[in-house]
């Protein structure tokens, strides 16, 4: 019987202090849960604390040229900016404000949704993917069909 006290308050002891609880002092906010002593993060949202929101590192002015085939190089201007949701950017051509388009964004990749268009009887469809390859540069690849025959015209953009 003395064994088994002993052998108890051993137990007893060893959980009352060796168990602490990794997330006791962890803050995740609102956009994060503690897992084990770290935040994880929700989809859209980054940092130690969950506290920024990921699109926001690609907000502001890019501009660079597109180039197609067969042709001359075409200035751009993109401006990136908050969308709807926290997985979404707007993206405004910065010269022509009235042309502007709702991008997703997964990890570094915002994309159009596909859209067909029918201009004068022609029908174009056309999609853009942006890859920002850092914070201050950004690949653009505009895929396009027009009357049937595909086209895809690329370029670089760097940060204003």
Avoid: W
Avoid at 36 to 50: H, I, N, R, S
Avoid at 56 to 68: E, M, W
């Amino acid at each position: 019987m003395k064994h088994f006290i002993t052998l108890s308050l051993f137990c007893f002891s060893l959980f009352m202090f060796s168990c602490t609880d990794p997330c006791a002092d962890i803050v995740c906010g609102d956009n994060g849960v503690c897992d084990d002593g770290t935040c994880l993060c929700d989809e859209g949202y980054e940092g130690t604390a969950c506290e920024t929101e990921a699109r926001a590192k690609y907000y502001g002015t890019f501009n660079g040229a597109l180039t197609c085939p067969g042709e001359d190089p075409a200035d751009q201007s993109i401006i990136f900016s908050a969308g709807p949701t926290v997985n979404q950017l707007l993206m405004t051509d910065a010269f022509d404000p009235t042309f502007l388009d709702t991008l997703t964004l997964t990890g570094n990749i915002a994309s159009s949704p596909v859209r067909d268009i029918d201009f004068l009887g022609i029908m174009i469809t056309l999609q853009v993917d942006f890859t920002f390859t850092s914070e201050d540069q950004v690949t653009m690849m505009l895929n396009q069909t027009i009357d049937g025959q595909p086209l895809s015209c690329s370029g670089t953009l760097d940060r204003e």
